[in-house]
Nanobody
Framework: QVQLVESGGGLVQPGGSLRLSCAAS????????MGWYRQAPGKERELVAA???????NYADSVKGRFTISRDNAKNTVYLQMDSLKPEDTATYYC???????????????WGQGTQVTVSS
């Protein structure tokens, strides 16, 4: 059983900051990539940022220079620091982790339950 639990969402004014956290727990052998997606009402889920176990990062063009993804491998936790937030960043944010539960298992993508981020004055 694997769980991903997100925290840190909320309401913030335009130009403000939020920090999201996502901790993976349960039967985990290894974690490769971790990342954040978001989904706004009426829109498809889209990649926000991803990070490999070695620290290589990838960002959506819309958040480059404003968002920073990081991870603590010892804590199986991924973070998303969001600065200079805009109303168009409003969405439900989901974390994911590509992980193996045993040494012989295939890697599988697990998802968190989502956390709401609302950017509004």
């Amino acid at each position: 059983q694997v769980q991903l639990v997100e925290s840190g969402g909320g309401l913030v004014q335009p130009g403000g900051s939020l920090r999201l956290s996502c901790a993976a727990s349960g039967r985990i052998f290894s974690i490769n990539a971790m990342g954040w997606y978001r989904q706004a009402p009426g829109k498809e889920r889209e990649l926000v940022a991803a990070i490999t176990s070695g620290g290589r990062t990838n960002y959506a063009d819309s958040v480059k220079g404003r968002f920073t993804i990081s991870r603590d491998n010892a804590k199986n936790t991924v973070y998303l620091q969001m600065d200079s937030l805009k109303p168009e960043d409003t969405a439900t944010y989901y974390c994911n982790a590509d992980l193996k539960t045993t040494s012989g298992s295939a890697s599988y993508r697990y998802w968190g339950q989502g956390t709401q981020v609302t950017v509004s004055s």
